[in-house]
Structure formats: structure tokens, C-alpha cells
């Protein structure tokens, strides 16, 4: 089947047509850069933008920055705050006239990952990070999702600081840091996570996964820790296969 995903981040809005048997994009993916404010409203012609863009009609998926349950955006920490308590799959669905499904930009990439992806062959414990603007965060038992997870705002009383602030890839060129000083706070961080939930296998993605090499080896856990294998595009495959089946069981 055929569906169009669309992630909605920090500075772009991404979507692409994507074939969710082989869980491939079939096409180049069309970006937008967020409006400033990011604001429903303005988020929403954005997406009618790229709907518009593929010429679609279909099941539209999409993966938003911040908690959802059950369509309503529950928060906003790196989008503008009307989106807090918002009813957003039915206004996106109702703007758009696609049946959609709005999901966690986390959840439907770590979804991605599983089912195509770096965790395709995992049998235990999952956890997936998206390293970007925020620390985004999931976790798959016997193929199904834990939801909004939200481990991005772990407080690190020692560094006050929420770990996004600390660790996130934002944080790294924010601040300048090398590879081996952000490495060492996702140690920090990694060895805290691992202490906490014991997952078996850690995939590390968001775009800064294509250059895995230069900091996964600062790295020391006890935990498979792999960078994703769909690199930045597991937010847009994830979004177009959750409006597929609906929901993240695998
Ligand atoms: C949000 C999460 C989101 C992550 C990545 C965090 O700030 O709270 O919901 O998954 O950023 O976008």
C-alpha cells in the first residue's frame, strides 16, 4: 500500500509517499521549513501544502514533537503551545480530508525501525532514540509500543537540566561540542536509561545516526546499541505505516 507520511519537526516539516510493505519512500521527500510561530494553524497549511504537493488522496500519517493520545496533542515543548490539548488528528483530518492518524514523531520512527528497520530481528527489550532538536524516545516489548515515553526530559540533577538540554544534537552544535565531549554525555545519559529500563537493544536515530562512527564508540553499555538503519527518513515511513495499520502493533 501506498500512504503519505509526514513528520513534523523543529525547523521542517517532511513528507514523503511511501510504500508500506517494503516500508521505502517512493518518492524524493518534499520539506517546509516550520513556520514561526509553529502554530496549529500554521502547521496545518503546511501540511495541506504537502498533501497538495503528491496530489494525495489516502490515509495520511503523521508523526508530531510531543505527546498524543488518542489525536489530542498533550504538549508542546519545541512547537508553539496552542498546540497543548489540542484536537489535532481531527482538525488535520477535517483540513485536509484524509483519513488520519497523528502518533509521536518517536513512536511512529522507532515503529519504523521495527518493522523495517535496525529492530526488525529484536526479541527483547527495545529502546529508540531520535537525537535532533529533542531527544525523542519509545520503547517496543514483544512488539508493541510503550508510547510517549518522553525520556528526553529525564531531569539530570547534576546537570539540572533536562537531558534533551544536555545531550540533544541541537545541544552539541548549539554549544560546539566534539565528538568525543557529546559522546561522553550520551554515555552519561545511556548508562542512566540502562540502569533504569534494561532494554537489550538501544537504536540511536535522527539525522546525526548517519555519522554513528564518530560517537556510539564513547558509548559503553551493556545494551545492543546500533544507529537506526532508516536514518532520518524512520519518522516519515513510520508515520505513512502507522495510518496503514492504525496503531504501532507489529
Ligand atoms: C518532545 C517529544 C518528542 C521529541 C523529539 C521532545 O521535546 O517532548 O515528544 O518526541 O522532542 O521531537
Redesign the pocket.
Known sequence: MIALGIDI??SGIKGALVDTVRGEMVTDRFRIPTPRPATPKAVIVAVKKIKKHFNYKGPLGIGF???VIDGVTL?A??IHQDWENYEGEKAIAKATGCETVLR???DVAGFAEMRYGAGRDATGETMIF?L??????TMFVKGQCVPNL?M??LYLPRHKVDA?QYTSDRTRSELNLTWKEWGLRLNEYFNHIEFLFSPQRIIIGGGVSKKAEKFLKYIKVRADIVPAELRNEAGIIGAAAAAEVGDYTL
Not at 535532533?132 to 524516545?137: A, C, D, K, P, Y
Open positions: 519537526g523543529g514533537p510531543g505527546i504538549s515543548v519545541n509521536n514523531d518517536a531520535t535532533g532538536t529533542g531527544i525523542g524516545s518522553e528526553g526530559h534533551e
